[in-house]
Protein backbone atom coordinates (compact mmCIF):
# COMPACT_ATOMS: atom_id res chain seq x y z
CA UNK A 1 0.00 0.00 0.00
CA UNK A 2 2.68 2.44 0.98
CA UNK A 3 4.53 1.97 -1.67
CA UNK A 4 1.47 2.13 -4.26
CA UNK A 5 1.15 5.67 -2.53
CA UNK A 6 4.79 6.77 -2.83
CA UNK A 7 4.43 6.03 -6.94
CA UNK A 8 1.27 8.21 -7.11
CA UNK A 9 2.80 11.24 -5.00
CA UNK A 10 5.94 10.79 -7.01
CA UNK A 11 4.24 11.28 -10.19
CA UNK A 12 2.24 14.51 -9.03
CA UNK A 13 5.68 15.93 -7.26
CA UNK A 14 7.13 15.38 -10.91
CA UNK A 15 4.14 16.87 -12.49
CA UNK A 16 4.04 19.96 -10.44
CA UNK A 17 7.61 20.57 -10.57
CA UNK A 18 8.07 20.27 -14.62
CA UNK A 19 4.53 22.31 -14.86
CA UNK A 20 4.21 24.54 -11.74
CA UNK A 21 7.18 26.53 -12.26
CA UNK A 22 8.16 28.28 -8.86
CA UNK A 23 5.02 26.51 -7.59
CA UNK A 24 2.99 30.17 -6.58
CA UNK A 25 0.53 30.42 -9.61
CA UNK A 26 -0.85 26.91 -7.16
CA UNK A 27 -0.56 28.86 -3.47
CA UNK A 28 -3.22 29.91 -1.18
CA UNK A 29 -1.52 32.63 1.06
CA UNK A 30 2.22 31.12 2.20
CA UNK A 31 1.12 27.78 1.53
CA UNK A 32 2.08 25.96 -2.06
CA UNK A 33 0.64 22.90 -3.31
CA UNK A 34 4.78 22.18 -3.82
CA UNK A 35 5.32 22.48 -0.50
CA UNK A 36 2.14 19.74 0.90
CA UNK A 37 3.53 17.28 -1.72
CA UNK A 38 7.25 17.94 -0.28
CA UNK A 39 5.80 17.74 3.56
CA UNK A 40 3.79 14.28 2.59
CA UNK A 41 6.68 12.83 0.94
CA UNK A 42 9.18 13.76 3.59
CA UNK A 43 6.35 11.76 5.91
CA UNK A 44 6.06 8.35 3.20
CA UNK A 45 9.70 8.13 3.16
CA UNK A 46 9.42 6.93 6.88
CA UNK A 47 7.73 3.63 6.18
CA UNK A 48 9.31 3.42 2.77
CA UNK A 49 13.13 4.02 4.81
CA UNK A 50 12.23 0.95 6.61
CA UNK A 51 11.54 -1.44 3.58
CA UNK A 52 14.28 -0.58 1.39
CA UNK A 53 17.83 0.09 1.74
CA UNK A 54 19.17 3.45 0.51
CA UNK A 55 22.33 3.62 -1.21
CA UNK A 56 25.60 5.06 1.33
CA UNK A 57 26.13 7.69 -1.02
CA UNK A 58 22.55 9.07 -0.54
CA UNK A 59 22.53 8.76 3.59
CA UNK A 60 26.46 10.95 2.93
CA UNK A 61 24.94 13.41 0.62
CA UNK A 62 22.51 13.95 3.49
CA UNK A 63 24.60 14.23 6.30
CA UNK A 64 26.95 17.11 3.84
CA UNK A 65 23.90 18.62 3.42
CA UNK A 66 22.65 19.03 6.84
CA UNK A 67 26.40 20.36 8.28
CA UNK A 68 26.19 22.93 5.40
CA UNK A 69 22.95 24.19 6.48
CA UNK A 70 23.68 24.15 9.84
CA UNK A 71 27.07 26.04 9.35
CA UNK A 72 25.14 28.52 7.32
CA UNK A 73 22.57 29.34 9.87
CA UNK A 74 25.03 29.68 12.74
CA UNK A 75 27.18 32.06 10.65
CA UNK A 76 23.85 34.04 10.04
CA UNK A 77 22.85 34.07 13.64
CA UNK A 78 26.47 34.78 15.42
CA UNK A 79 26.67 37.73 12.47
CA UNK A 80 23.28 39.22 13.75
CA UNK A 81 21.86 39.10 10.10
CA UNK A 82 18.28 39.27 10.11
CA UNK A 83 16.24 36.17 10.92
CA UNK A 84 13.86 36.25 7.99
CA UNK A 85 16.44 36.32 5.56
CA UNK A 86 17.86 33.58 6.84
CA UNK A 87 14.61 31.41 6.32
CA UNK A 88 14.07 33.25 2.97
CA UNK A 89 17.77 31.64 1.97
CA UNK A 90 16.93 28.36 3.84
CA UNK A 91 13.73 27.19 2.36
CA UNK A 92 13.96 27.02 -1.01
CA UNK A 93 17.33 24.50 -0.15
CA UNK A 94 15.12 22.18 2.39
CA UNK A 95 14.04 20.69 -0.84
CA UNK A 96 16.75 18.77 -0.76
CA UNK A 97 15.20 16.67 1.91
CA UNK A 98 13.23 14.90 -0.55
CA UNK A 99 16.48 13.21 -2.13
CA UNK A 100 15.81 9.69 -0.02
CA UNK A 101 11.70 9.78 -1.08
CA UNK A 102 12.77 10.03 -4.76
CA UNK A 103 15.16 7.47 -4.15
CA UNK A 104 13.14 5.11 -2.15
CA UNK A 105 10.24 5.69 -4.74
CA UNK A 106 11.44 5.49 -8.15
CA UNK A 107 11.78 1.76 -9.83
CA UNK A 108 12.84 0.94 -13.22
CA UNK A 109 8.58 1.70 -14.71
CA UNK A 110 8.90 5.15 -12.36
CA UNK A 111 12.06 5.95 -14.71
CA UNK A 112 10.25 5.51 -17.69
CA UNK A 113 7.31 7.44 -16.03
CA UNK A 114 9.84 9.69 -15.42
CA UNK A 115 10.71 10.37 -19.00
CA UNK A 116 7.71 10.25 -20.47
CA UNK A 117 6.50 13.07 -17.53
CA UNK A 118 9.66 15.24 -18.78
CA UNK A 119 8.87 15.11 -22.23
CA UNK A 120 5.12 15.67 -22.21
CA UNK A 121 5.24 18.21 -20.44
CA UNK A 122 8.22 20.30 -21.87
CA UNK A 123 5.88 19.90 -25.30
CA UNK A 124 2.52 21.07 -23.63
CA UNK A 125 4.31 24.01 -21.73
CA UNK A 126 5.71 25.28 -25.09
CA UNK A 127 2.41 24.63 -26.78
CA UNK A 128 0.65 27.00 -24.21
CA UNK A 129 3.14 29.63 -24.40
CA UNK A 130 3.38 29.68 -28.12
CA UNK A 131 -0.87 30.10 -28.06
CA UNK A 132 -0.26 32.88 -25.39
CA UNK A 133 1.86 34.52 -27.57
CA UNK A 134 -0.28 34.18 -30.19
CA UNK A 135 -3.57 35.38 -28.09
CA UNK A 136 -1.67 38.31 -26.91
CA UNK A 137 -0.09 39.88 -29.72
CA UNK A 138 -3.34 39.46 -31.91
CA UNK A 139 -5.06 41.44 -29.16
CA UNK A 140 -7.65 38.29 -28.35
CA UNK A 141 -5.96 38.43 -25.08
CA UNK A 142 -5.66 42.25 -24.03
CA UNK A 143 -2.05 42.57 -22.50
CA UNK A 144 -3.00 44.65 -19.45
CA UNK A 145 -5.31 41.94 -18.80
CA UNK A 146 -2.73 38.95 -18.68
CA UNK A 147 0.12 41.24 -16.89
CA UNK A 148 -2.93 42.09 -13.79
CA UNK A 149 -3.69 38.36 -13.20
CA UNK A 150 -0.16 37.20 -13.37
CA UNK A 151 2.45 39.86 -12.30
CA UNK A 152 1.73 39.25 -8.65
CA UNK A 153 2.82 35.70 -8.77
CA UNK A 154 6.05 36.63 -9.59
CA UNK A 155 6.29 33.77 -11.63
CA UNK A 156 6.65 35.74 -14.81
CA UNK A 157 9.39 37.82 -16.33
CA UNK A 158 7.66 40.18 -18.53
CA UNK A 159 9.39 41.55 -22.04
CA UNK A 160 7.49 44.53 -22.73
CA UNK A 161 4.00 43.85 -24.17
CA UNK A 162 5.34 40.95 -26.67
CA UNK A 163 6.88 38.15 -24.82
CA UNK A 164 7.97 36.88 -21.47
CA UNK A 165 9.71 34.37 -19.07
CA UNK A 166 8.30 32.22 -17.04
CA UNK A 167 10.79 30.38 -14.26
CA UNK A 168 9.48 26.78 -15.31
CA UNK A 169 10.96 27.37 -18.64
CA UNK A 170 13.48 25.58 -17.44
CA UNK A 171 11.94 22.40 -18.49
CA UNK A 172 12.01 23.40 -22.33
CA UNK A 173 16.26 22.92 -22.26
CA UNK A 174 15.58 19.78 -19.93
CA UNK A 175 12.86 18.30 -22.67
CA UNK A 176 14.97 19.54 -25.66
CA UNK A 177 17.63 16.94 -24.14
CA UNK A 178 15.10 14.27 -23.43
CA UNK A 179 14.09 14.07 -26.41
CA UNK A 180 17.16 14.25 -28.34
CA UNK A 181 18.73 11.50 -26.28
CA UNK A 182 15.47 8.74 -25.82
CA UNK A 183 12.88 9.54 -28.77
CA UNK A 184 12.61 7.84 -31.82
CA UNK A 185 9.74 8.45 -33.41
CA UNK A 186 9.17 10.73 -36.78
CA UNK A 187 8.41 13.24 -34.28
CA UNK A 188 11.31 13.88 -32.61
CA UNK A 189 12.99 16.47 -34.71
CA UNK A 190 9.92 18.61 -34.24
CA UNK A 191 9.32 18.29 -30.54
CA UNK A 192 13.07 19.39 -30.55
CA UNK A 193 12.74 22.42 -32.92
CA UNK A 194 9.30 23.87 -30.71
CA UNK A 195 11.15 23.62 -28.15
CA UNK A 196 14.60 25.33 -29.12
CA UNK A 197 12.12 27.93 -30.73
CA UNK A 198 10.49 28.84 -27.21
CA UNK A 199 13.25 29.13 -26.11
CA UNK A 200 13.69 31.89 -28.89
CA UNK A 201 11.01 33.44 -28.45
CA UNK A 202 11.35 33.65 -24.65
CA UNK A 203 14.49 35.49 -25.85
CA UNK A 204 16.64 33.59 -22.66
CA UNK A 205 20.09 33.45 -23.78
CA UNK A 206 21.03 31.67 -20.41
CA UNK A 207 19.09 28.37 -21.37
CA UNK A 208 20.42 28.74 -25.38
CA UNK A 209 23.87 29.11 -24.15
CA UNK A 210 23.47 26.40 -21.56
CA UNK A 211 22.19 23.79 -24.11
CA UNK A 212 24.67 24.52 -26.98
CA UNK A 213 27.65 24.28 -24.47
CA UNK A 214 25.73 20.57 -22.44
CA UNK A 215 25.47 19.36 -26.35
CA UNK A 216 29.17 20.39 -27.68
CA UNK A 217 30.45 18.71 -24.56
CA UNK A 218 28.47 15.62 -24.92
CA UNK A 219 29.85 16.11 -29.03
CA UNK A 220 33.05 16.45 -27.54
CA UNK A 221 32.87 13.43 -25.54
CA UNK A 222 31.36 11.17 -27.78
CA UNK A 223 34.37 12.68 -30.72
CA UNK A 224 31.95 14.11 -33.00
CA UNK A 225 34.73 17.10 -32.92
CA UNK A 226 32.85 19.03 -35.79
CA UNK A 227 29.78 19.01 -34.41
CA UNK A 228 31.21 20.38 -31.35
CA UNK A 229 32.99 23.41 -32.94
CA UNK A 230 29.72 24.67 -34.27
CA UNK A 231 28.28 24.77 -30.54
CA UNK A 232 30.76 26.23 -29.29
CA UNK A 233 30.73 29.07 -31.96
CA UNK A 234 26.88 29.26 -31.26
CA UNK A 235 27.94 29.51 -27.48
CA UNK A 236 30.42 32.11 -28.44
CA UNK A 237 27.68 33.89 -30.54
CA UNK A 238 25.38 34.06 -27.53
CA UNK A 239 27.81 35.92 -25.14
CA UNK A 240 29.58 37.74 -27.13
CA UNK A 241 26.37 39.25 -29.55
CA UNK A 242 23.45 38.24 -27.54
CA UNK A 243 22.95 41.25 -25.94
CA UNK A 244 23.24 43.36 -28.93
CA UNK A 245 20.72 41.26 -31.29
CA UNK A 246 18.08 41.46 -28.51
CA UNK A 247 18.60 45.04 -28.64
CA UNK A 248 18.59 45.43 -32.29
CA UNK A 249 15.34 43.40 -32.20
CA UNK A 250 13.78 45.67 -29.63
CA UNK A 251 14.39 48.21 -31.52
CA UNK A 252 12.70 47.30 -34.26
CA UNK A 253 9.47 46.09 -32.83
CA UNK A 254 9.53 49.36 -31.21
CA UNK A 255 9.51 51.28 -34.44
CA UNK A 256 6.88 49.30 -35.75
CA UNK A 257 4.54 48.74 -33.14
CA UNK A 258 2.83 51.84 -32.01
CA UNK A 259 -0.16 50.28 -29.97
CA UNK A 260 2.26 49.50 -26.75
CA UNK A 261 1.25 51.85 -24.07
CA UNK A 262 4.41 53.41 -22.82
CA UNK A 263 4.72 56.89 -22.27
CA UNK A 264 7.38 57.16 -24.46
CA UNK A 265 9.51 54.87 -27.22
CA UNK A 266 11.67 51.95 -25.57
CA UNK A 267 13.83 50.95 -27.37
CA UNK A 268 14.44 47.50 -25.12
CA UNK A 269 11.10 45.97 -25.78
CA UNK A 270 12.38 42.33 -25.02
CA UNK A 271 14.72 43.47 -22.30
CA UNK A 272 18.16 45.36 -21.27
CA UNK A 273 20.49 42.69 -21.59
CA UNK A 274 23.06 45.06 -20.92
CA UNK A 275 21.34 46.40 -17.78
CA UNK A 276 21.36 42.67 -17.03
CA UNK A 277 24.63 41.44 -17.28
CA UNK A 278 25.90 45.15 -15.34
CA UNK A 279 23.86 43.67 -12.49
CA UNK A 280 25.57 40.28 -12.20
CA UNK A 281 29.02 42.52 -12.68
CA UNK A 282 28.05 44.77 -9.69
CA UNK A 283 27.05 42.01 -7.72
CA UNK A 284 29.93 39.94 -8.02
CA UNK A 285 31.94 43.40 -7.75
CA UNK A 286 30.32 43.56 -3.87
CA UNK A 287 31.24 39.94 -3.52
CA UNK A 288 34.29 40.92 -3.83
CA UNK A 289 34.56 43.84 -1.55
CA UNK A 290 33.51 42.06 1.72
CA UNK A 291 35.59 39.33 0.97
CA UNK A 292 37.97 38.47 3.93
CA UNK A 293 39.99 34.87 4.47
CA UNK A 294 37.16 33.93 6.75
CA UNK A 295 34.28 34.70 4.93
CA UNK A 296 36.09 32.83 1.52
CA UNK A 297 36.08 29.25 4.02
CA UNK A 298 32.33 29.31 5.47
CA UNK A 299 31.20 32.91 4.06
CA UNK A 300 29.07 35.79 5.51
CA UNK A 301 26.42 32.92 6.35
CA UNK A 302 22.56 33.04 5.41
CA UNK A 303 20.65 35.90 5.63
CA UNK A 304 23.62 37.71 4.14
CA UNK A 305 23.20 39.95 0.88
CA UNK A 306 24.83 42.67 -0.95
CA UNK A 307 23.57 46.58 -1.35
CA UNK A 308 22.04 45.74 -4.88
CA UNK A 309 20.78 42.03 -3.98
CA UNK A 310 19.57 41.88 -0.35
CA UNK A 311 17.79 38.17 -0.65
CA UNK A 312 19.37 36.24 -3.51
CA UNK A 313 21.60 36.65 -6.62
CA UNK A 314 21.69 35.67 -9.93
CA UNK A 315 24.09 33.66 -10.10
CA UNK A 316 23.69 30.94 -7.81
CA UNK A 317 28.05 29.72 -7.30
CA UNK A 318 28.45 33.60 -6.61
CA UNK A 319 25.23 33.46 -3.92
CA UNK A 320 26.68 29.89 -2.62
CA UNK A 321 30.01 31.52 -2.26
CA UNK A 322 28.94 34.58 -0.53
CA UNK A 323 26.78 33.20 2.12
CA UNK A 324 28.84 29.76 2.29
CA UNK A 325 32.00 29.78 1.32
CA UNK A 326 34.00 27.06 -0.10
CA UNK A 327 32.04 25.03 2.15
CA UNK A 328 29.19 25.52 0.19
CA UNK A 329 30.72 25.69 -3.26
CA UNK A 330 32.15 22.17 -2.08
CA UNK A 331 28.76 20.02 -0.99
CA UNK A 332 27.37 21.33 -5.01
CA UNK A 333 31.21 20.44 -6.18
CA UNK A 334 30.64 16.67 -4.16
CA UNK A 335 26.93 16.28 -5.60
CA UNK A 336 28.15 17.23 -9.09
CA UNK A 337 31.13 14.51 -8.61
CA UNK A 338 28.92 11.50 -7.51
CA UNK A 339 26.41 12.27 -10.54
CA UNK A 340 29.86 12.22 -12.56
CA UNK A 341 31.04 8.74 -10.70
CA UNK A 342 27.94 7.42 -11.29
CA UNK A 343 27.11 7.74 -14.84
CA UNK A 344 30.49 6.48 -15.83
CA UNK A 345 29.53 3.18 -13.45
CA UNK A 346 26.37 2.98 -16.43
CA UNK A 347 26.50 1.40 -19.00
CA UNK A 348 26.39 3.98 -21.43
CA UNK A 349 23.13 4.34 -22.80
CA UNK A 350 20.06 7.04 -24.08
CA UNK A 351 17.86 6.96 -20.47
CA UNK A 352 21.91 7.33 -18.72
CA UNK A 353 22.66 10.05 -21.34
CA UNK A 354 19.46 11.49 -20.92
CA UNK A 355 19.67 12.42 -17.11
CA UNK A 356 23.63 13.17 -16.74
CA UNK A 357 23.60 15.92 -19.84
CA UNK A 358 20.27 17.28 -18.03
CA UNK A 359 22.14 17.57 -14.82
CA UNK A 360 25.00 19.48 -16.67
CA UNK A 361 22.55 21.40 -18.16
CA UNK A 362 21.64 22.68 -14.59
CA UNK A 363 25.28 23.18 -13.46
CA UNK A 364 25.98 25.16 -16.60
CA UNK A 365 22.57 27.09 -16.14
CA UNK A 366 23.68 27.88 -12.80
CA UNK A 367 26.76 30.44 -14.00
CA UNK A 368 23.77 32.69 -14.98
CA UNK A 369 20.79 32.23 -12.87
CA UNK A 370 19.62 30.74 -9.65
CA UNK A 371 18.64 26.79 -10.53
CA UNK A 372 20.98 24.78 -8.42
CA UNK A 373 20.01 26.29 -5.00
CA UNK A 374 16.20 25.89 -5.89
CA UNK A 375 14.00 23.37 -6.07
CA UNK A 376 13.15 23.41 -10.00
CA UNK A 377 17.06 22.61 -10.70
CA UNK A 378 17.58 20.90 -7.27
CA UNK A 379 14.99 18.50 -8.39
CA UNK A 380 16.63 17.74 -11.86
CA UNK A 381 19.97 17.39 -10.50
CA UNK A 382 18.24 14.65 -7.78
CA UNK A 383 16.47 13.23 -10.03
CA UNK A 384 18.82 12.12 -12.31
CA UNK A 385 21.23 10.98 -9.82
CA UNK A 386 18.48 8.72 -8.56
CA UNK A 387 17.90 6.86 -12.35
CA UNK A 388 21.39 6.47 -12.36
CA UNK A 389 21.68 4.78 -9.10
CA UNK A 390 19.02 2.62 -10.01
CA UNK A 391 20.41 2.10 -13.50
CA UNK A 392 23.66 1.22 -12.01
CA UNK A 393 21.65 -1.35 -9.64
CA UNK A 394 20.18 -3.59 -13.16
CA UNK A 395 23.40 -4.05 -14.44
Known amino acids: MITRVSKILFILILVELCLGGGGRFTAIGPISLRMILFSVALLVSIPLAIKKTLPSEVWKLMIGFVIMIAIGVVIGMVSHNPKNLIFEDV ?78 FLFFGVGTIFYYFIDYSRWKKYFIIILITTIVLSVTRGLLFSLAVTFSIYF ?25 FILSTSRLFDSQN ?59 YLEIFHKQGLVGLAFWASLAGVILVRYRKVFISPIA ?16 NQYINNPIGMSVLLLSLCCLYKLNAQQ
Open 258 to 316: NHISYSQADPTLLGDRNYSDNGRTVQANEVWKELSFTSSLWGHGFGAGTSSRPIHMEIS
Open 220 to 244: LVSRQYSVAVYGLVLAMIIVVWGSN
Open 353 to 368: NAFFYSSLFIFIESLT
Open 91 to 168: KPLCYFLIFPFFCLAIDEAMIRKAIKIVKTSSIIMATIFIALLILINSGIIPFPNFYNATFKSEELFFRGEITFFYKG
